[in-house]
């Protein structure tokens, strides 16, 4: 089953997921050109073997923009905490691996894998 979400963040703004599957969880992060969509080849395939949660970066996709500052890291924690995963599988692509690299740095109980 695959559900879509929009979770608040700090601003006002909100943030797209859509999560699917069962099983260790695995967040995907796009690139600073691309959206969610960019998962769509793997997004099925990976939850059959896995919880996976791909979202839109805000300003991005189906992401309300950024009505005041805001880091990338603090939204990818918002996501974590609105789905309950302690820690999670993280994958990011361009602008998504240095928010995930940066994410793990700053939080790094609650990253159990960085690709």
Do not use: K
Not at 4 to 19: F, K
Not at 37 to 45: D, K, M, P
Not at 59 to 71: L, Q, V
Not at 74 to 85: I, P, W
Request: proline letters at 5%; a negative charge; charged letters at 25%.
């Amino acid at each position: 089953m695959t559900t879509t979400e929009l979770i608040p963040v700090a601003g006002g703004s909100h943030i797209w997921a859509e999560r699917a599957g069962d099983g260790p969880p695995l967040v995907l992060h796009h690139g600073s050109v691309h959206d969610s969509r960019l998962w769509n080849r793997v997004f099925a395939e990976l939850a059959r073997h896995r919880t996976v949660v791909r979202y839109d970066a805000r300003g991005h996709g189906r992401s309300t923009p950024a009505t005041a500052p805001f880091r990338y890291e603090d939204d990818l924690l918002a996501v974590l905490d609105r789905f309950g995963f302690r820690s999670a599988e993280l994958v990011g692509l361009s602008m998504g691996g240095e928010v995930a690299l940066d994410f793990t740095l700053e939080h790094p109980e609650r990253v159990r894998s960085l690709t």
